[in-house]
């Protein structure tokens, strides 16, 4: 038998790169995770964390300090909105403190206090070895596995051996270009100055909402960036003086008019960056596969980058288990490609869609929009945190593809969230009424098994829909048993009968391991 280095080997120990070894650890996969930097970036970007990535968060059990990150939006009557030039309010839409996935529908958090957490996890997990300091210099699959040739820091050359490779190693990606990926271009290109400030008083303009100022002369976001942390982004104009835009003092100019200023706040950063829109058309070859920003990267308008790249995580990791532990064919990385490809570009357009309604410069034309706007501006999504999934692994009926209920429940006297009291991550047939598996056919039991699927049910003494919530969704859902997935999404739903649970059942070992049942 060949012996590997490892499983998997991941380049990039970003956050999703990080992410994606946890949950393959979590799943007894060994990783190799290799990283250029010795240090994880220092400095802000990502601001905010929507609530079915919250919810993978809480799966890889990062505890309190995770949780002491999060600032919900919504927070006090928050709205997320967009502004007239002269601060009058064109359209709002709420950040609900709830969701599907049981968590706020938008948390805002900072980026690097997420990395630190991140980052002791991943030293402490025992199937996971980071090399930091080290640059990946070619890839070659060779037969049932991968080779990697890399750099460390004092320039020896090292090669590893993987059964597959994932690239999470961001917007540049090497092993983006080693695949020879197409890109899919937008053809968006703006450039904005992203600042963050710490307050330490009242700011009573900065710190009211969160969302967009649609000046012409000067489109600015303003969102909060974690408790007690503030993020402006301000669209760099042609005739900007660019070495006053990177000096404190130009950066303090532009914060004026927002009541921020050095005697209420900390000036934690300034830096330029160009916001794009662009996608990979291919995302696998052979066993080399691609997550977060080296798929795709998008404009921040829907706050939704670092958000689709753990989204790509958590979609994958599970797949790559199954494969790797020969459960299931390595046609099953084709579903995540399908999957994945589509929802993140759906995703890009819409963030371009929106960047180029923020983005217009020309005062004519900005009036005609906050005209529309006014008027139609409820229809526009801006605080949309969820899209469903289309062809892919699971059924062709109405709920397959949405995102699964999350809520309290009780078993045996203790009351918690689903997540907190069963095993997340693992496939989970979820019953309104008696246990499905007393209805599943032995012949199908033991691939139900071998997938380590695990059954949650209601209508008995030992589990407990305490609020209700359970009972409506299988209401609207018009069934009585649904079939989730360890990635939190609907695989399919059934009636509850004998028959119906069987072929539910079966379906999805069909799926999974593409073999006659």
């Not at 007894?28 to 609530?51: C, D, K, M, N």
């Not at 090669?159 to 690239?167: I, P």
């Not at 950066?251 to 330029?272: C, D, F, K, Q």
């Amino acid at each position: 038998m060949t012996r590997y280095d490892c499983d998997v080997l991941i380049v990039g120990a970003g956050p999703v790169g990080q992410t994606t070894a946890l949950l393959l650890a979590q799943r007894g996969i060994s990783v190799i995770v290799l990283e250029r930097w010795e240090q994880p970036y220092p400095l802000p970007r990502a601001v905010a964390l929507a609530h079915d990535v919250v919810r993978t968060m809480h799966t890889l059990a990062l505890g309190t300090r995770f949780a002491d990150l999060l600032d919900p939006w919504g927070r006090d009557g928050q709205q997320c909105v967009l502004e007239s030039a002269d601060g009058r309010r064109l359209t709002q839409a709420s950040s609900p403190l709830d969701s599907v996935s049981g968590h706020p529908e938008m948390s805002g958090f900072s980026q690097p206090d997420l990395e630190l957490v991140l980052e002791d996890h991943v030293n402490e997990a025992t199937d996971i070895d980071q090399r930091r300091g080290v640059t990946v210099r070619s890839l070659r699959t060779n037969g049932d596995h991968v080779c990697v040739q890399a750099a460390e820091r004092d320039s020896a050359e090292v090669t590893l051996s993987a059964r597959y490779v994932v690239g999470c190693d961001g917007a540049n990606s090497i092993v983006r270009e080693h695949i020879g990926a197409p890109i899919t271009d937008m053809q968006f290109d703006r450039d904005w100055l992203v600042v963050d400030v710490v307050p330490n008083g009242p700011l009573p303009k900065a710190m009211s909402d969160m969302g967009q100022r649609l000046d012409p002369a000067r489109p600015t976001t303003f969102v909060p960036a974690g408790p007690n942390r503030r993020r402006f982004e301000f669209m760099i104009q042609p005739g900007d003086d660019a070495a006053l835009l990177d000096t404190d003092d130009g950066t303090w100019e532009l914060l004026r008019p927002w009541g921020v200023n050095p005697a209420n706040s900390v000036l934690t950063r300034h830096a330029r960056y160009t916001f794009r829109g662009r996608w990979a058309t291919q995302w696998r070859k052979d066993r080399i596969l691609l997550a977060g920003d080296a798929a795709h990267q998008m404009p921040p308008f829907l706050g939704q980058g670092l958000n689709s790249g753990i989204r790509d995580a958590t979609n994958l990791a599970w797949r790559l288990a199954l494969v790797v532990k020969d459960v299931a064919p390595a046609g099953l990385l084709d579903d995540y490609v399908a999957e994945r490809r589509e929802q993140a570009a759906t995703i890009v357009r819409e963030s371009v869609r929106m960047g180029e309604i923020i983005c217009t410069t020309d005062p004519e034309e900005a009036a005609r929009r906050d005209e529309l706007l006014k008027t139609n501006g409820h229809r526009m999504g801006i605080a949309q945190t969820s899209w469903p999934l289309n062809d892919g692994t699971f059924r062709k009926d109405t709920a397959a593809g949405t995102l699964a209920l999350q809520a309290r429940v009780g078993v045996d006297g203790v009351v918690g969230m689903l997540d907190d009291v069963t095993e997340p991550g693992r496939f989970m047939i979820l019953g309104a009424d008696g246990d499905p598996l007393d209805a599943l056919d032995p012949a199908l039991v033991g691939g139900w098994r071998s997938l380590g699927g695990v059954a949650v049910h209601f209508g008995g003494k030992r589990w407990v829909d305490v609020d209700g919530k359970y009972g409506r969704w299988f209401d609207t859902l018009g069934a009585r048993v649904v079939l989730i997935r360890p990635d939190f999404h609907v695989f399919g739903t059934a009636s509850g009968d004998s028959g119906s649970i069987n072929l539910l059942v079966a379906d999805l070992l069909r799926s999974v391991t593409q073999l006659a049942v």
